[in-house]
């Protein structure tokens, strides 16, 4: 099982990223899929999930409304737009993924697979 996050770096404040997470080893369209977040000192926290079909999605609060979660069942990918960007957004990103029943899954604990991380850095 392989969890490839990608698409991290240095922006300015009020930029944009796009994040990619490249599944393999595992039967993605079982899995819903999420992204969590870690900035240094503090625990990782959920930012947004993807239903197994993609139809369904939630966010954080704290990030509602500037991030976008999407996948491709195709090509075995899950996303994250990021729009709006500060420099709370600074953190390591993971990608993520379970396959038990109910939607969403805010815990981390309730994910069976995870990503390497990707570095996202947004300065002031």
């Known amino acids: 099982v392989q969890l490839q996050a990608s698409g991290g770096g240095l922006v300015q404040a009020g930029g944009s990223l796009s994040l990619s997470c490249a599944a393999s080893?595992?039967?993605?369209?079982?899995?819903?899929m999420g992204w969590f977040r870690q900035a240094p000192g503090k625990e990782r926290e959920f930012a947004a999930c993807?239903?197994?079909?993609?139809?369904?999605?939630y966010y954080a609060d704290s990030v509602k409304g500037r991030f976008t979660i999407s996948r491709d069942n195709d090509k075995d990918t899950v996303y994250l737009q990021m729009n709006g960007l500060t420099p709370e957004d600074t953190a390591v990103y993971y990608c993520?993924?379970?396959?038990?029943?109910?939607?969403?899954?805010?815990?981390?604990?309730?994910?069976?697979?995870w990503g390497q991380g990707t570095q996202v850095t947004v300065s002031s």
């Open positions: 080893g595992f039967t993605f369209g079982d899995y819903a």
């Open positions: 993807v239903s197994w079909s993609g139809r369904a999605t």
């Open positions: 993520a993924a379970y396959s038990s029943s109910g939607f969403p899954h805010q815990t981390a604990s309730g994910y069976d697979y």
